[in-house]
């Protein structure tokens, strides 16, 4: 119970931080990349506390941990070009 509330404590600012960011500077590159590499943290944070997949199956980890890895490096792709 309590690694369960240390990680929403922990994503409580992650998600403040994420709106801010997205308020202030939406069309700069840096805020976007800070963006989106705060929604990777709490994707490993629900994926591996939430979920409960830290003692799960490799291969659900790495889906689940790989699939917004892919979704962030395309976004910042197609944010980066012109």
């Given at each position: 119970?309590?690694?369960?509330?240390?990680?929403?404590?922990?994503?409580?600012?992650?998600?403040?931080?994420?709106?801010?960011?997205?308020h202030?500077?939406?069309?700069?590159?840096?805020?976007?990349?800070?963006?989106?590499?705060?929604?990777?943290?709490?994707?490993?944070?629900?994926?591996?506390?939430?979920?409960?997949?830290?003692?799960?199956?490799?291969?659900?980890?790495?889906?689940?941990?790989?699939?917004?890895?892919?979704?962030?490096?395309?976004?910042?792709?197609?944010?980066?070009?012109p």
């Amino acid at each position: 119970m309590r690694t369960l509330l240390l990680a929403w404590l922990l994503m409580l600012p992650m998600s403040v931080a994420s709106v801010w960011l997205g308020h202030h500077a939406p069309d700069l590159l840096l805020p976007v990349a800070a963006i989106l590499l705060l929604g990777l943290g709490k994707a490993w944070i629900i994926t591996l506390r939430f979920m409960e997949l830290s003692h799960g199956p490799r291969l659900w980890q790495a889906l689940l941990l790989g699939w917004p890895l892919v979704v962030t490096g395309v976004i910042l792709a197609l944010h980066a070009t012109p």
